[in-house]
């Protein structure tokens, strides 16, 4: 059974930086494409960024664009997401995701989720 377990959340002040890790476990790491959502009080959960396992292509959120980064280091099975630049709007629970598909992106029908990451980020 595939497991997720994310890392590096925690407080920060607007335009400050944090880099999530994403720990994967209990499957192939290299045919999972992998996502980075993230959840705030009161607001659907949204995808961050996205990344395919076939062909490297990614998605980000108009939001986050050019101030957020999703990479993979496949030989440690890891996931980051480098958040620079961050606004306090960017606060909020931030999962990793994983699913088999080749073709999945920036939906939230993945198959494994992580428990979820705090990010707070103070004006």
């Known amino acids: 059974q595939v497991q997720l377990a994310e890392s590096g959340g925690g407080l920060v002040q607007a335009g400050g930086s944090l880099r999530l890790s994403c720990a994967f476990s209990?499957?192939?790491?290299?045919?999972?494409?992998v996502g980075w959502f993230r959840q705030a009080p009161g607001k659907e959960r949204e995808c961050v960024a996205a990344?395919?396992?076939?062909?490297?292509?990614?998605y980000y959120a108009n939001s986050v664009e050019g101030r957020f980064t999703i990479s993979r280091v496949n030989i440690k099975d890891t996931v980051y997401l480098r958040m620079n630049r961050l606004e306090p709007e960017d606060t909020a629970i931030y999962y990793c995701?994983?699913?088999?598909?080749?073709?999945?992106?920036?939906?939230?029908?993945?198959?494994?989720w992580g428990q979820g990451t705090q990010v707070t980020v103070s004006s």
């Open positions: 990344m395919r396992w076939n062909d490297g292509s990614t």
């Open positions: 995701a994983a699913d088999p598909s080749s073709w999945r992106l920036d939906d939230n029908d993945y198959a494994y």
């Open positions: 209990g499957g192939t790491f290299t045919r999972h494409t």
